[in-house]
């Protein structure tokens, strides 16, 4: 162990460069100035200096879920602290490792409603792994040790350091390396032996199972096992919107996203079912529609790292604490076993009615009347042309739901978005982030033009900083989903979410004012071009303004309150779970 005389805030430079991070997001402010002047002369961190603390979060969040480090991101103490709130809480919800730092007042002046003084730690209790209020520097490096081993074990997730001024300015002996001091933080990773045998089991007695994948296989990196599973078994796959490309969406056994938007096949699998396989996923509301009647016929399997999910939502017949990883792993061995045994599933008369409804109802769009640009057209064939390679980082609402079902999903971690919280103005700084992650691979940000207008100020730091991601706004006006919303169930009483955004602001040159390349499109057969173009450039941000049709309808739809037997697929039409036809 070695000692050196230094301030907490070279202990923290020197802490986050020990623990490796390359990559800080963040703004100086009063309460975190101390540590900004050690950061100046670090070689081994790069501070990208963002417009809006939004942003910094954002853009953490991007960068790690691109590279699966621990993103972090940094702020001063009040206004600044708070402005981090919203994508700690979205990363809380999507499980992604994140460490915020923070400044806060002098802790002789904490609980006196200092200047720029905010409880910080309280006011995100409810949406962090864990937190800390650091106001002694010697516990500087520890903690920042702890924090980073929090985020990414176990369940990920955003964990907040908060270091008052006078810890980050006093004089002390730094100790590396350090112990960490965490008796009480012990995440279960190996599954239950006894449970998984019986998990085997039930899948092989089984006539209509499916898997049900979540977030926390990709989280996991189980892709591979999940493949193996899926074509040992035979069963059928679904995979969340967190969970887009853990299957790839060619696979023959995959059956799309369930859920609100899902595909019907998807929706059809869980909801006759007799049994759920559920790995990684957490029985969202997103997912289950009315919970009391979703998926009525089956038992359920239910694997999550996460002791807190099991059986939260959905009794678990089969609970099974552990990481996704290891617990399909095990998986295969004792379903391989039960196949040794001459157990083996018959799915051929589930998978006639599979088929059915995978072919009865693919997904699919009508194009306006007007001969306006449709927006699926659009994002289909970004998906198209830029190819599966690339990264997909989406903003929230209707233009979120279409990337989803229109772009191909080939590989794990390929599709980034707001799925837990549904944060406008997550796609632009979290595409930065992104591209800051991996740098040599495409990233398309599509946002809508309410999300995009929410923090497109980080364009700024995109051109100033050199990095060249891709923004396609689907630009048609209106708050898109609130105005389906209110087309469907409040008579068309457009209230408050016309936009007027195809006039103002002009958003080409809106970018060419942030330094950025910008281009329109307004007609079906200018996209490809407009999309290629897009790609040639290579050395500057690009936006593309594509005006489309204001009216365009995200189906299928399963309304809020209802279950997901009344999925609809047009306005008037359902499908027919019975027949399958």
Not at 298 to 314: G, Q, W
Not at 317 to 329: F, L, Q
Request: hydrophobic share 40%; net charge negative; with cysteine.
């Amino acid at each position: 162990m070695t000692t050196e005389q230094m301030t907490g805030a070279q202990a923290l430079v020197r802490a986050l460069e020990n623990v490796g991070v390359d990559t800080v997001f963040g703004i100086p402010g009063g309460a975190i100035l101390p540590a900004y002047d050690p950061l100046f002369d670090s070689k081994k961190l790069r501070h990208i200096l963002v417009r809006h603390e939004q942003g910094a979060g954002h853009a953490a969040q991007g960068y790690a879920m691109v590279t699966g480090k621990v993103g972090v991101c940094m702020a001063t103490s009040g206004p600044g602290a708070t402005n981090l709130v919203t994508p700690i809480s979205d990363a809380y919800m999507d499980s992604v490792p994140m460490v915020a730092i923070t400044g806060q007042v002098p802790s002789a002046s904490i609980g006196t409603d200092a200047f720029q003084e905010a409880d910080i730690a309280g006011i995100t209790m409810p949406i962090t792994k864990h937190n800390f209020l650091v106001t002694r520097a010697e516990d500087i490096g520890r903690t920042i040790v702890e924090a980073f081993h929090i985020a990414s074990t176990g369940r990920p997730g955003p964990v907040l350091v908060d270091i008052s001024k006078d810890a980050l300015q006093a004089t002390f002996g730094f100790e590396w390396p350090v112990q960490m001091q965490l008796p009480g933080y012990r995440p279960v990773t190996r599954p239950h032996s006894k449970q998984v045998r019986e998990a085997a089991r039930l899948i092989v007695e089984a006539e209509r199972p499916v898997l049900y994948v979540g977030g926390g296989v990709i989280k996991a990196g189980a892709s591979a096992e999940l493949k193996v599973l899926a074509e040992l078994t035979g069963a059928p796959v679904v995979t969340t919107l967190m969970a887009k490309g853990a299957l790839p969406d060619s696979h023959p056994l995959h059956m799309g996203m369930p859920g609100m938007h899902g595909s019907v096949g998807a929706v059809g699998a869980l909801q006759k079912a007799d049994l759920l396989v559920t790995l990684g996923a957490r029985f969202d509301d997103r997912v289950t529609g009315k919970l009391d009647g979703f998926a009525p016929f089956a038992k359920v399997v239910h694997a999550d790292i996460d002791p807190a999910e099991i059986s939260k939502n959905r009794h678990a017949d089969v609970p099974i604490v552990g990481d996704a990883r290891e617990v399909i792993a095990d998986l295969i061995v004792a379903v391989q076993n039960e196949h040794e045994n001459g157990h083996k599933g018959d799915y051929a008369d589930w998978w006639r009615q599979l088929n059915a409804w995978r072919d009865t109802y693919p997904l699919g769009y009508d194009k306006p009347d007007d001969g306006s640009l449709s927006p699926q057209h659009v994002i289909e064939r970004i998906g198209q042309l830029v190819g599966p390679e690339a990264y997909y980082v989406a903003g929230v609402g209707q233009h979120q739901m279409w990337a989803a079902q229109f772009i191909k999903y080939e590989r794990p971690g390929a599709f980034l978005n707001s799925g837990g919280a549904g944060t406008m103005g997550y796609a632009v700084p979290a595409a930065m982030g992104a591209k800051v992650g991996a740098p040599d691979t495409q990233v398309w940000a599509i946002d809508g033009d309410g999300c995009f207008q929410m923090t497109n100020q980080e364009l700024a730091t995109c051109a100033i900083e050199g990095i060249p991601v891709k923004i396609a706004v689907i630009n048609n006006g209106n708050l898109g989903m609130v105005r389906q919303w209110q087309t469907l169930f409040y008579n068309e009483r457009y209230s408050n979410t016309n936009l007027h955004s195809k006039r103002i602001p002009d958003f080409v040159k809106l970018a060419e004012a942030y330094g950025c390349v910008g281009l329109r499109c307004d007609r079906a057969e200018d996209v490809d071009a407009t999309i290629a173009k897009a790609m040639e450039i290579n050395d500057a941000p690009v936006v593309i303004d594509f005006v489309v049709h204001q009216d365009a309808m995200v189906w299928p739809m399963v309304a809020a309150g209802t279950t997901n037997d009344d999925i609809k697929i047009a306005r008037d039409l359902a499908p027919d779970f019975e027949n399958g036809d």
